[in-house]
């Protein structure tokens, strides 16, 4: 608090040293966020609280981004981050100061059976299994944990910070290498690739897996024992995480009615002009906003289609121009009739068709009507090329013939990608091989007055609490140049 101090302080002697007519001029602010989402607006909640004028200016007419809770869909299921995890303390903390409640569990979903090749089977049926084609003791290891054995199991990283250290270049090589050095099967490989987000075994670095395996297994150290490894990393944060009472955007609605006015719906920023006095900025509205420095929140998805002047060099210009991004193409049903008790199946379901998962809710109270079936990485591409409509009826017909108990039991309720959403394109960043070490400093440096946050320059965390790491970052690096 005393260095939050000091900052304001500084803060207001720059302030008055500016000329008179630069104060004078309207929505001339000290910092402009470009994006509300979890990052920017943690960022605009510090850097006001030190005393600067911050204005947030995002393009949706909603807060937070990738924190999406889809309250027009029946269920009100959670289009994005749904899960604050143990270790989450500054998403903890800011629940706290804006009464936003928080309650155990998140994104908790049924068992999974397994569709291989079009046939389902369960569980208990898979290591005998003759679709099972894994060898030794990959057969007992269930197809969604794959990746667990041998990426979770086999990191080298015992602390937050090794995967950025030199030594940590070696591991800077394609998944599939890293499985291949592993003594993994070709058939563990190829189910590994079926499951992956993007963009397949070949296309993916493996050490920024380590570096989410690292900051997960930390997360669920103590509750991994009692769990069970039949669980892959993503069930067992779902058990020992929080979620948002009412949804998650209820988190980031807080957050932006504490920022108030200062927080600009519709505002789709078309370019970024910068010199040694300030920032321009312009909204493709035609409005204009004057500032000392820019806060980049959003993803480089979004940025690479902004005009920044100057351009941006070197490692970091590249890393904005080809950062790739995941695809997820989502259809939520309402369960009217519970299928899995007409065949004894579990109700979720893994599969290496062309629906990567099919998870069935578990509501806190127990209840059981809300299904989603998501298309991940290649699959969510080719499902995003149908219509919404048709996209919904394809689910349902693919159900129907692989699990017959589903006809008639399911009901579409809603349709969502997070590639389609004009100011996101996507639903996470990844590194492909290489660029772990080529991209990982040089993105995150400050481009003249323009600073860059969001879950995609993380260093220590991942999810939440990544996008809050970051704004916490560019808030102190502006606060500390207006110091010196």
Known sequence: MKRRTLLAGSLAVAAAARPLGAMAAPERSDVIVIG????????????????????????????????????????????????????????????????????????????????????????????????????????????????????????????????????ARQYDISLYQWLKQQGASDAAIQLIDDGLVDPGVHGVSVLTQLQEATRSALEVQAATAQLGEDMDVFERFARTSSRIVGGSSRYTEAMAERLGDRVRFGKAVAAVDADGSGCEVTCADGSRYRSDYVVSAVPFSVLRNIRLRPLLSGAQGEAVAVMPYGRQSQVFMRVKKPYWEDDGFDASMWSTGPITLIRQQIDPDGSRTQLVALGIGRKGTVLDRLPPKERGQFVLDHLAEIRPSTKGKLEVTGVFSWEEEAFVHGCRHSYRPGQVGKYAEAMIKPHGRIHFAGEHTRRLDVGMEAAMESGERVAFEILERVMA
């Open 36 to 167: 509300a989402g979890v990052s920017g607006l943690y960022a605009a909640m510090l850097l006001a609280e030190a005393g600067a004028s911050v204005l947030v200016l995002e393009a949706t007419q909603r807060p937070g981004g990738r924190v999406y809770t889809a309250d027009h869909f029946d269920g009100r299921p959670e289009l994005g981050a749904s899960q604050i995890g143990p270790m989450y303390a500054r998403v903890r903390d800011v629940a706290r100061q804006l009464g936003v409640e928080l309650a155990p569990g998140a994104n908790i979903n049924a068992p999974y059976s397994f569709i291989i090749d079009g046939r389902l089977i369960s569980a208990q049926e898979w290591a005998d299994s003759d679709l099972n084609q894994t060898v030794g003791d990959e057969r007992e290891a269930l197809p969604h944990t794959l990746s667990g054995m041998y990426v979770e199991r086999r990191s080298p990283f015992r602390s937050l910070t090794d995967w950025l250290s030199p030594e």
